[in-house]
């Protein structure tokens, strides 16, 4: 069964649980905007207990409907989609001319389909019976479990307080419970860990889980029909590194399970893991990918490619696309909310102009990896078209956009910048604290003509090594050295990032210019300081006499030249 195929198996389940987690979402809203402009204290507390009931029976029911659709599919899977797994094997059996006991009359894969039904449909119920939602402790961060119940009340209460108190506007408290809900989803809380998952993912996993189990179960016994201890793991794009090593290659099925972690949540067959064994004969099966090709194949994977200033390998990139379609969908539920609580018309533009930047994004995205668009996983929500933002305000969400990705853009430049400027520097300390940072200094030095030009003339010759040194005996008098690739910088000496910065200045203009010891040489040097100093491009004829003089008394037994 291909990739395609096992991905669309939890589709219907997964649209179950978010048509539930939309219908107590819009539930809780449409009480707030009822309850939120209640001005009798005392009817509305009575208002709001008497909602409450109201919702927690619809909320039943919302549920025992939902369990209703997902036992029905269940049904199907185990019966149609299994029924197809089974026999899309019958011309093996009959390349081979073994016979392949009827689906029907299978007793121990018919005593394995009940099993796993009534077990999953177990899953189900132990999904919906422990609901709530994740939120975030203003005071620590920490992330703590709400169950539903008392997530709907505090929330409803919350807000209502805020309204009423003239604390806050309706349209803000709308926005903060609406966000609070999209944030978190509607959860499935496992109340022995403190754990939880979103109600569609859990669905997944139980409805996966199952299946595998069969899937799994069956490919073993074609196998053993077949008279053969082998299997070939599938191949996919955009498999997870751990699994990229395994897959496309034959193994024993006690290989399968030391190697390929078959058995286990993180191996084959396990959570949100795609590939499948199939049964191979030696000698007589051929592999669909010579280890060659898939040696070809991977390292086409795994050569990144850029977006953004930022490189992804096609799992990161799939990473990137999956995270992207979940903003989507949060932003989707965000409009259907803030439309349903009657928010201000301003709130909702706004957000169908992040939906649309974000469609925007995806597929620039997407296109730029190579990837194909998959709308269909956004859609899956079942909310329909959330409608277009206006030009205006979707314009605006864009500049900001491209604003923050210069912003971005600038800031990984500057690291990656600072990180090769310190590569250069390498820092003696003997028995006192360093004092002067490589980011300071840096710092410094962007701060002028003169210092920018050190920077590049330091950055574009590796083979400088500039030695800070604390504490390392030296002449003195002597703030720095240049001897050849080599720059000793006295650091205990200049002491604040200003003179370290004008002595690495002077020091680097030495091995710039490769001007040896003169007093000709030390005014020039001399000169670069003082530029950095004041923050000129050029210094008056008065200041060069001043400095070719403070020369001559500081090297009197120097040459002019």
């Not at 978190?184 to 889980?209: F, K, P």
């Not at 399970?257 to 396990?270: A, K, M, R």
């Not at 490189?311 to 990137?320: C, H, P």
């Amino acid at each position: 069964m291909s990739q395609g195929s096992l991905e669309g198996i939890p589709i219907p389940f997964v649209k179950t649980m978010s048509d539930l987690e939309m219908r107590i979402m819009t539930d809780i809203v449409r009480s707030i905007r009822v309850n939120g402009f209640s001005t009798a204290k005392a009817d509305g507390q009575i208002r709001r207990m008497v909602q409450l009931g109201e919702s927690e029976e619809n909320i039943k029911k919302w549920i025992r409907e939902a369990l209703e659709i997902t036992d029905d599919e269940l049904e199907k899977i185990f019966s149609d989609t299994v029924y197809e797994q089974y026999y899309g094997y019958k011309r093996v059996y009959d390349t081979f001319g073994v016979r392949q006991i009827p689906f029907a009359g299978n007793i121990e894969l018919q005593d394995l389909l009940a099993a796993v039904k009534a077990q999953t449909k177990s899953e189900f119920r132990n999904i919906t019976d422990s609901m709530g939602f994740a939120l975030r402790n203003p005071g620590t961060g920490n992330i703590y479990n709400s169950p539903l119940t008392e997530f709907y009340r505090d929330t409803l209460d919350g807000a209502v307080v805020d309204i009423v108190s003239g604390a806050v506007s309706y349209d803000v408290a709308i926005s903060r419970a609406i966000n609070a809900m999209t944030n978190s989803g509607l959860r499935t809380i496992y109340y022995d860990t403190g754990h939880s998952n979103r109600v569609e993912v859990a669905a997944r996993r139980a409805v996966m889980t199952g299946f595998r189990q069969v899937q799994g179960k069956i490919n073993e016994q074609v196998a053993r029909d077949l008279g053969t201890d082998y299997f070939e793991v599938s191949y996919h794009i955009g498999a997870r590194p751990e699994h990229q090593v395994w897959q496309g290659r034959v193994y024993s099925y006690t290989q399968l399970q030391s190697i390929c972690g078959l058995g286990s949540v993180t191996g084959l067959h396990g959570a949100n893991c795609y590939h499948d064994y199939n049964a191979f004969i030696p000698g007589i099966s051929v592999r669909n990918y010579t280890d060659q090709q898939l040696e070809e194949m991977l390292e086409k994977e795994n050569t990144p490619k850029q977006y953004l200033g930022k490189e992804y390998t096609s799992y990161q990139a799939l990473q990137k696309q999956r995270q992207m379609e979940r903003n989507m969908r949060k932003t989707r539920q965000d409009i259907k909310l803030l439309q349903e609580g009657e928010a201000n018309n301003r709130s909702v533009v706004s957000k169908k102009a992040r939906y649309q930047l974000q469609m925007q994004q995806y597929k620039a995205f997407s296109n730029a990896m190579g990837l194909p668009e998959q709308m269909q996983r956004v859609y899956q929500d079942g909310l329909g078209k959330v409608g277009r933002g206006s030009s205006v305000a979707l314009k605006k969400l864009e500049k900001i956009q491209t604003i923050k990705n210069a912003e971005k853009d600038r800031k990984e430049k500057v690291k990656a910048r600072f990180s090769k400027f310190s590569d250069r520097f390498e820092t003696y300390n003997v028995g006192q604290k360093d004092i002067i940072t490589y980011r300071r200094l840096l710092n410094n030095l962007n701060k002028t003509s003169i210092g920018r030009e050190t920077v590049e003339y330091i950055l574009e010759h590796p083979e400088l090594e500039i030695q800070v040194c604390y504490g390392v005996d030296h002449q003195e008098n002597t703030l720095g050295e240049q001897l050849g690739d080599l720059i000793r910088i006295y650091a205990s000496d200049t002491k604040t990032v200003q003179r370290t910065a004008e002595v690495l200045i002077h020091e680097i203009t030495h091995h710039k210019y490769n001007i040896g010891e003169s007093q000709w040489a030390e005014s020039v040097c001399k000169a670069q300081e003082i530029k950095h100093r004041t923050n000129k491009e050029k210094l008056t004829g008065n200041e060069l006499r001043g400095i070719i003089k403070i020369v001559e008394e500081l090297y009197p037994t120097l040459p002019w030249r």
